[in-house]
DNA sequence: CGGACTTTGTGAACAAGTGAACAAGGTCGG
DNA sequence: CCGACCTTGTTCACTTGTTCACAAAGTCCG
């Protein structure tokens, strides 16, 4: 289901060329996954590849815009102007693609009333009103890690039911509400592993009589 | 693995609380996942808990520190000082984890020279040069979707060996050099979906008549 | 109209990751 | 020093996801 979205964006690229019938290999290719995976999660969808000719673009674009609920827009509210939340509001990827940014909150008072990038800065006590009355079902948490979970917990109560968590901290919500996270410093530790692993064989191919436990090398 | 990350950060809250010993069963609950997968994940770096007592907070830090190649700082360089590229740079997250960032870049030549956030943008093309006078190991690509490829390709000619993407499209490298993405339209989408499902599965409980396709109802 | 060719959709083997359960090993009070 | 108690490390069954392989279905050219 994850790679309904890159199935997606790699679609409106090859409709861009005027494309109008995909085969599975060649929008495997173009994804960066396997034919067959795709292939499968497209039966998922329902089948309206044709054989011997492939999927028709325009219809495989409908079909997962549908399934992935693309057919309107979901406002957003973030949460936390500070550097990073202040970076989120200005990038102006998630209106393009249908998430506009409907309102930015903060807890800190000194912030409230000032204008970023078009937006009022409101308090994050005016969170249940902003979420009613502008229609808002997706939260972005961009708060330092110390308030992330106090801030999930006011969004699912104002009714918010899927949560975006910048903030590096663990963060639990009721079964009714979704929660993703992105944790920027997690993907560099996980880089530095790689990196540090890659150093590590390198320096053994150039001096093999150094000892390593062979287990830790390898993985 | 991806989880080292997660318990490091837990481990650095007990620790500021004073705890000197920890059960699998506590971390686990703190890290948000099960205790029987924390124990397999650390028997996998050395078998250094006691049984009756549980790990030493101290002595699991700098365990999983070296594994994650934490001792030492790895140097990053952004590619890319639009929106996105700025916001990261401007974040200090980055340098307070170990990743300071060393050097911006940029395409564009009117940019070339000025300031952003105490550090001069430098063209691409001397990307290869402050690679290796900074010792740099990482690289962030924040460009546009069109220049993603081309930029890792670059990054990696450089030298760069880890490289995170930012960038909506899908980048291959080689099998020398590991690459990790962030999507953040990815992951609203995905929450659209589950938004999505919750308000079908809502309005069928109201109205329990309506005829929808079992199937796409249920997952 | 028929046969060669292409591509989907799916069944089945395979691999990876998860979680429950338990024995081995260690602590601690008496 | 001993027995009750606790927690780790590991085994095993199970679920989930991936990949292979192939029959069914459709196109297209002669």
């Known amino acids: 289901m994850a790679r309904l979205p890159i199935y997606l964006r790699t679609l409106f690229?090859?409709?861009?060329?005027?494309?109008?019938?995909?085969?599975?290999?060649?929008?495997?290719?173009?994804?960066?996954?396997?034919?067959?995976k795709v292939r499968k999660d497209l039966s998922y969808l329902g089948?309206?590849?044709?054989?011997?000719?492939?999927?028709?673009?325009?219809?495989?674009?409908?079909?997962?815009?549908?399934?992935?609920?693309?057919?309107?827009?979901?406002?957003v509210v973030i949460v936390g102007v500070g550097n990073l939340g202040a970076a989120l509001?200005?990038?102006?990827?998630?209106?393009?693609?249908?998430f506009p940014v409907a309102a930015?909150?903060?807890?800190d008072r000194s912030k409230v009333g000032t204008l970023f990038g078009g937006h009022k800065i409101h308090?994050?006590?005016?969170?249940?009103?902003l979420v009613a009355d502008r229609g808002i079902t997706i939260g972005i948490i961009a708060t330092p890690a110390a308030g992330a979970q106090?801030?999930?917990?006011?969004?699912?109560?104002?009714?918010?039911?899927?949560?975006?968590?910048?903030?590096?901290?663990v963060v639990n919500?009721?079964?009714?509400?979704?929660?993703?996270?992105?944790?920027?410093?997690?993907?560099?530790q996980v880089l530095s592993f790689y990196g540090q692993r890659d150093l590590l064989s390198a320096s053994?191919?150039?001096?093999?009589?150094?000892?390593?436990?062979?287990?830790?090398?390898v993985s």
């Not at 509001?89 to 249908?98: D, E, L, M, P, S």
């Open 13 to 36: 690229e090859v409709k861009a060329d005027e494309v109008s019938t995909i085969s599975s290999e060649r929008l495997a290719e173009l994804a960066g996954v396997n034919a067959a």
């Open 150 to 169: 106090e801030v999930a917990d006011q969004l699912v109560a104002a009714g918010v039911t899927s949560i975006l968590n910048f903030a590096p901290a």
């Open 173 to 188: 919500v009721s079964e009714h509400a979704t929660l993703r996270k992105v944790d920027l410093a997690l993907e560099l």
């Open 89 to 98: 509001a200005n990038y102006g990827g998630f209106g393009q693609r249908g």
């Open 47 to 75: 089948s309206f590849g044709t054989r011997g000719v492939g999927y028709e673009v325009d219809h495989l674009l409908v079909e997962i815009s549908r399934e992935l609920g693309l057919t309107r827009d979901w406002p």
């Open 104 to 107: 930015l909150v903060d807890a």
């Open 204 to 217: 053994l191919r150039e001096e093999p009589g150094v000892s390593v436990d062979s287990e830790t090398a």
């Open 123 to 129: 308090h994050l006590d005016d969170l249940p009103a």
